[in-house]
Nanobody, 121 residues
Framework: QVQLVESGGGLVQSGGSLRLSCAAS????????MAWYRQAPGKEREFVAA???????NYANSVKGRFTISRVNANNTVYLQMNSLKPDDTAVYYC???????????????WGQGTQVTVSS
């Protein structure tokens, strides 16, 4: 079984920074894309950023220039460095990883448990 464990959320003032991390563990053969999503109260989950295995990145327009996604393949870990945070960034942040588990033929999307990020004005 594969598990994703997130950490790094918290309360920060507007303009501040936070760094989220998400580590995958278990019977992992390889991991393709890694991504972050977020869900604010009363809203649908939305895409934030993604990174491919060879570190090509993609960002939502709302975070471009402020957030940076990165990964360490050896540790099956993805990071999200969030700078210049705004109250609109307040949400539960979820990590998503496309994992090919050992002994399986197909990749499967796994999700972290979510970590709360609250930005005060």
């Amino acid at each position: 079984q594969v598990q994703l464990v997130e950490s790094g959320g918290g309360l920060v003032q507007s303009g501040g920074s936070l760094r989220l991390s998400c580590a995958a563990s278990g019977s992992i053969f390889s991991i393709n894309a890694m991504a972050w999503y977020r869900q604010a109260p009363g809203k649908e989950r939305e895409f934030v950023a993604a990174i491919t295995r060879d570190s090509s990145t993609n960002y939502a327009n709302s975070v471009k220039g402020r957030f940076t996604i990165s990964r360490v393949n050896a540790n099956n870990t993805v990071y999200l460095q969030m700078n210049s945070l705004k109250p609109d960034d307040t949400a539960v942040y979820y990590c998503n990883q496309g994992v090919l588990a050992a002994g399986r033929a197909y990749e499967y999307d796994y999700w972290g448990q979510g970590t709360q990020v609250t930005v005060s004005s």
